[in-house]
C-alpha cells in the first residue's frame, strides 16, 4: 500500500520534519494490519465485501494509470443467468488467486477463475420453506472469507438463515463445521442453523410463523480474528402494518467449529443498557432492528462495526414510544465477548426510514493539532456524514442536538431533536424548500410552486402526514428520501493513504401519507405479526411532476462529494456523468444553458493508486461509461465505453501481474483489463 510522497529538503531533515515523516508513516500502518489483504509485485488482494476490514474500497493496485486508462477492454464476462442471477448487488471477493461471489435467489456460491472468467465450481443449499418466503433472496451481497490452518474457507449467510462454510478450493463443506439441520436432505456438516440461537420458537424447515415475525440476511458475515459476525436483515419496513416481529440480533460463531460464541440483543431487555428507551413495553413484541447494511471490523482491536435500521414499521411509530435504542445506530462490539464498547444513535425513534445504507469506514487520520485519530464514519440517507474515534466512540466533531418538527399524526411522538455533525459539511440537500426548486425560467419556477402546494415541504426530518391530513396535502417531502442521498446502491469509498472519503449522492425525495393500518394490511400478501397498527404505509402517493418533465427542483441531480477528513471539509463536489439529453434538449429549456447537472443516477465507485473510477451512463442514456478522476481535485482524466453501468458497487485487484476492474453489471460480472492481461485460448463463461 503506498503512501502520500514525501518531500524532505535540505541535506539533514530537522526534528520537526522526522516528526512528520513518522506520523504519516504511523498513519498507513494501521491499515496495513487491518486489510490483511496480499500485497506484492503481482497480487492485490480484495479481501472482504469492501476489499478491507476496513472497507474503503481501495486497492494499491497501480498497473492502470491517467495515460492509459483509454486502453482498458473488457477481458471476460461471467454470466450468472444460469443461477438466476439479476440483482447484481455482490461485489466478488478475490482472495488467494481465486474469485468468489454469490447469484441468484438460491445465493449459490461461485467460484471463478480470475484470468479467464471461468466457473471454476458452485455450490447452493437445499431448498426450504424459509428460503422461498425470504424477500431478501435475490440480494446476497457477497461472501466472508477467513483461513483455518492455511487453508481458505468461504463463509455464506442465506435466505433461509443458514451459515454455511465451504473449502475454499474445492466447493465442499467443511468438515467439523456445524452439524445435521433436521430437514431432509441437508448435509451432516458444514451449516449452522441460526434459528436455533435467535431464541424464538421455530419450525426447521418452514422458519419462524410469521405471526411471530420474519428474518432472513443479505449482507455476508464478517470474520474477524477466530470468529465470524452475521447480521441479518427483515422484511422491508414499508411491507408492514402489523406491531409484531423480531429484533434482528448480532450472532457470533467459532470460525473452525461453527459453535455459538454470543447474542448481542439489538433491542434491549431488562437491565441492559438502553432498555429504559423502549417505552409502552415495546421491547417484548416488537423487533426489525437489524444490520442488513455489510459490517467492517477492526481485528487488531478486535472490533466490529454493525450499522443498523429502524424498529418495526416505517413511517409510523406510535405503539413504540422513546427513542428505541438500538435502531438506526452505530454500534461497535467487542468480538471476542459480544459486549458494547460503545455506540450512537443516527436517528431517534425512527419514522422516516433513513437506515444506516452502507458499510461504516475506516479511516487513520492525521488531524491537525490532534496528530494521529483512528476513525470510523457513517454515511447515511439524510445526508450526513457521522464521524467518530473508532476506539472511543467520541465524535470527531462536535455533535449538536437540535429542534425538529413534531408529528401531526395522532398517536406519534416523535423525538423533539435530532443530532446533527458540526463537520464534515452536508453532501446533499437536506430538507426542501420554495429556495430548492427549479428556477431556470419564470414560466417553471410559477409551475414549480403551484404544484409544490399541494405537498407538506419541510426540513430534514420533517414528519409523514396521515390520510385525514387537516390541511388537505397530498403528502410530505422528506428529503432527502429513502431513495436519495447515500444508499445501498451506491456505496462511498475512500483513499487510506490520504484520508479523503468520498460519497456519491443523488437528490431525490420520498412523498409520504400514511393510512390505517388495517387498510394497509389488506395491500400485503404474507403479513407479519398479528395486531395491527394504528398507521402504516400506504401505496406511495402521487410523486410531484411538471408539465416538462424536469425535476422540481434545482441541479446539480447526481454528485461525488469528496472529503479530507483530515479537517473535516469538502475537498471538491462533482456532477456525475453527462447531462441528459432530455434535459438539455427540453422545449421548456430552449436557449439556456444549463450547465452539467449529473445523471441522477446511483453511481458505484472504485479507488486505486491512481485515480477515482467511477461508472455512469452518457447523455442518451443508452451507453455505459467509464470515467477516471483525479482524486484531489476531482478533474475528469478518461472516459472510456463499457458493455454496461455497474451496479450496487464495483472491486479492483491485481493477478498474475495485471490490475483488473470489476462492474457489477446485472447477473454479469464484466472484467475490464489492459490487453496484456487477456487470457490465451479458453472462453470465459
Known amino acids: 500500500m503506498k503512501a502520500r510522497p514525501l518531500t524532505i529538503s535540505g541535506s539533514k531533515p530537522n526534528k520537526l520534519t522526522l516528526l512528520s515523516l513518522l506520523a504519516a508513516v504511523l498513519c498507513i500502518l494501521p491499515q496495513l494490519v487491518m486489510s490483511q489483504n496480499l500485497v506484492t509485485e503481482d497480487t492485490a488482494e480484495w479481501f472482504t465485501l469492501g476489499g478491507d476490514y476496513a472497507h474503503t474500497r481501495y486497492t494499491p493496485a497501480d498497473e492502470i494509470t491517467a495515460e492509459n486508462f483509454d486502453e482498458l477492454e473488457v477481458a471476460w464476462e461471467w454470466d450468472g443467468s444460469s443461477f438466476n442471477g439479476q440483482s447484481g448487488r455482490s461485489t466478488p471477493t478475490y482472495v488467494d488467486g481465486k474469485l468468489f461471489t454469490v447469484s441468484g435467489a438460491r445465493r449459490n456460491v461461485v467460484a471463478i477463475d480470475p484470468k479467464t472468467g471461468e466457473t471454476l465450481w458452485s455450490y447452493r443449499l437445499p431448498n426450504t420453506g424459509r428460503w422461498e418466503y425470504s424477500m431478501r433472496a435475490s440480494y446476497g451481497k457477497g461472501i466472508g472469507y477467513s483461513r483455518i490452518d492455511g487453508k481458505g474457507v468461504v463463509y455464506i449467510s442465506t435466505p433461509g438463515f443458514f451459515l454455511v462454510a465451504l473449502d475454499a478450493d474445492t466447493g465442499a463443506l467443511l468438515e467439523g463445521f456445524g452439524g445435521q439441520v433436521p430437514v431432509d436432505g441437508f448435509p451432516a456438516n458444514g451449516v449452522v442453523d441460526m434459528l436455533a440461537d435467535l431464541g424464538h420458537p421455530y419450525d426447521p424447515y418452514e422458519g419462524i410463523p410469521l405471526e411471530t415475525g420474519y428474518i432472513t440476511t443479505s449482507s455476508p458475515p464478517i470474520v474477524v480474528n477466530d470468529t465470524i459476525v452475521v447480521g441479518n436483515s427483515a422484511e422491508q419496513g414499508y411491507l408492514q402494518a402489523r406491531v409484531e416481529n423480531v429484533p434482528g440480533d448480532i450472532l457470533a460463531y467459532d470460525k473452525t467449529t461453527g459453535a455459538f460464541k454470543w447474542k448481542f440483543n439489538v433491542i434491549p431487555q431488562p437491565g441492559e443498557y438502553g432498555h429504559e428507551t423502549w417505552e409502552n413495553d415495546a421491547w417484548q413484541w416488537t423487533g426489525d432492528v437489524s444490520s442488513w447494511a455489510p459490517l467492517t471490523a477492526d481485528p487488531e482491536n478486535n472490533i466490529v462495526y454493525v450499522p443498523t435500521n429502524p424498529p418495526t414499521i416505517d413511517y409510523y411509530g406510535g405503539f413504540r414510544p422513546g427513542d428505541g435504542l438500538f435502531g438506526t445506530s452505530l454500534i461497535a462490539l467487542d468480538t471476542e465477548t459480544g459486549e458494547r464498547r460503545w455506540h450512537f444513535q443516527t436517528v431517534h425513534h425512527d419514522v422516516w426510514n433513513y437506515d444506516n445504507p452502507a458499510a461504516p469506514i475506516q479511516l487513520d487520520l492525521n488531524i491537525p493539532g490532534r496528530g494521529i485519530v483512528p476513525s470510523v464514519s457513517q454515511v447515511t440517507k439524510q445526508g450526513f456524514v457521522y464521524s467518530f474515534d473508532r476506539l472511543t466512540g467520541e ?11 413534531a408529528s401531526m399524526v395522532p398517536g406519534e411522538k416523535l423525538s423533539t ?6 463537520k464534515p ?7 426542501l424548500t420554495e429556495g430548492d426548486l427549479i428556477d431556470f425560467t419564470p414560466a417553471l419556477r410559477r409551475e414549480a410552486l403551484e404544484v409544490m402546494a399541494n405537498y407538506d415541504m ?4 420533517n414528519p ?3 390520510s385525514d391530513d387537516p390541511a388537505g396535502k397530498i403528502a410530505s417531502a422528506m428529503c432527502p428520501g429513502d431513495g436519495g442521498g447515500a444508499n445501498i446502491n451506491n456505496p462511498p469509498v475512500a483513499d487510506p493513504t490520504s484520508g ?12 409520504q401519507r400514511i393510512i390505517p393500518g388495517e387498510e394497509a394490511d389488506a395491500r400485503i400478501d404474507a403479513p407479519t405479526g398479528s395486531t395491527f397498527a394504528a398507521y402504516a404505509n400506504g401505496a406511495r402517493p402521487r410523486t410531484p411532476r411538471l408539465a416538462s418533465g424536469l425535476p422540481y427542483f434545482k441541479p446539480p441531480y447526481s454528485t461525488i462529494t469528496a472529503y479530507d477528513m483530515n479537517t473535516g471539509e469538502i475537498a471538491f463536489q462533482i456532477p456525475t456523468g453527462e447531462t441528459p439529453d432530455r434535459f438539455r434538449n427540453n422545449p421548456a429549456l430552449e436557449g439556456i444553458d444549463i450547465g452539467d447537472t449529473g445523471t441522477g443516477n ?24 467509464l470515467y477516471g478522476i483525479d482524486k484531489k481535485t476531482g478533474e475528469e482524466i478518461g472516459k472510456i465505453e463499457v458493455p454496461a453501468q455497474s451496479r450496487y458497487g464495483m472491486s479492483s485487484w491485481m493477478h498474475d501481474g495485471h490490475q483488473y476492474i470489476i462492474l457489477q453489471t446485472g447477473s454479469k460480472l464484466t472484467a475490464m483489463a489492459m490487453p496484456g492481461a487477456q487470457a490465451t485460448g479458453g472462453a470465459a463463461h
Not at 417 to 422: E, I, K, N, R, V
Not at 458 to 461: D, E, H, N, S
Not at 500 to 511: G, H
Open 395 to 405: 465524535p470527531i466533531w462536535p455533535m449538536e442536538e437540535r429542534a425538529v418538527p
Open 417 to 422: 431533536t435530532q443530532p446533527f455533525p458540526s
Open 425 to 431: 459539511p452536508a453532501f446533499e440537500m437536506q430538507g
Open 458 to 461: 419541510g426540513p430534514l426530518f
Open 464 to 466: 409523514p402526514i396521515h
Open 500 to 511: 479523503f472519503l468520498y460519497v456519491t449522492s443523488r437528490k431525490a425525495c420520498s412523498w
Open 602 to 625: 446511483a453511481i458505484t465507485m472504485v479507488t486505486t493508486a491512481n485515480m477515482l473510477i467511477y461508472s455512469d451512463m452518457d447523455s442518451d442514456g443508452t451507453t455505459a461509461l
